[in-house]
């Protein structure tokens, strides 16, 4: 199993991106989906989660401008980030927690990361 993150550059800030995240592999289930990131210096933190029915959570300083949302049937997260500011630039991570195989336990599973960068 793997999960392969994309959508992520530069911008100004006011500007928009939409990261992506895949899961690709075998499994046979895919819990909730969340977007981490980590800034130069500081410790990962958790940006928003997705349930597998949609019901979601996020940080504050991203309410209002970042919106998660999945694609169960490809496998899929997304985060829509818009008016980005300099303090949004960071490396940012998709996460899962994933079932391989019924009768084993779920675990949790990392993309590769994705640099967001603003610029003011």
């Known amino acids: 199993v793997q999960l392969q993150a994309s959508g992520g550059g530069s911008v100004q800030a006011g500007g928009s991106l939409r990261l992506s995240c895949v899961a690709t592999?075998?499994?046979?289930?895919?819990?909730?989906m969340a977007w981490y990131r980590q800034a130069p210096g500081k410790e990962r933190e958790l940006v928003a989660r997705i349930g597998r029915g949609g019901s979601t959570n996020q940080l504050d300083p991203v309410t209002g401008r970042f919106t998660i949302s999945r694609d169960n049937a490809k496998n899929t997260v997304y985060l829509r980030m818009v008016s980005l500011i300099p303090e949004d630039t960071a490396v940012y991570y998709c996460n899962a927690d994933i079932r391989e195989r019924w009768g084993r336990s779920s675990r949790d599973y990392w993309g590769q990361g994705t640099q967001v960068t603003v610029s003011s």
């Open positions: 592999g075998t499994f046979v289930s895919i819990y909730e």
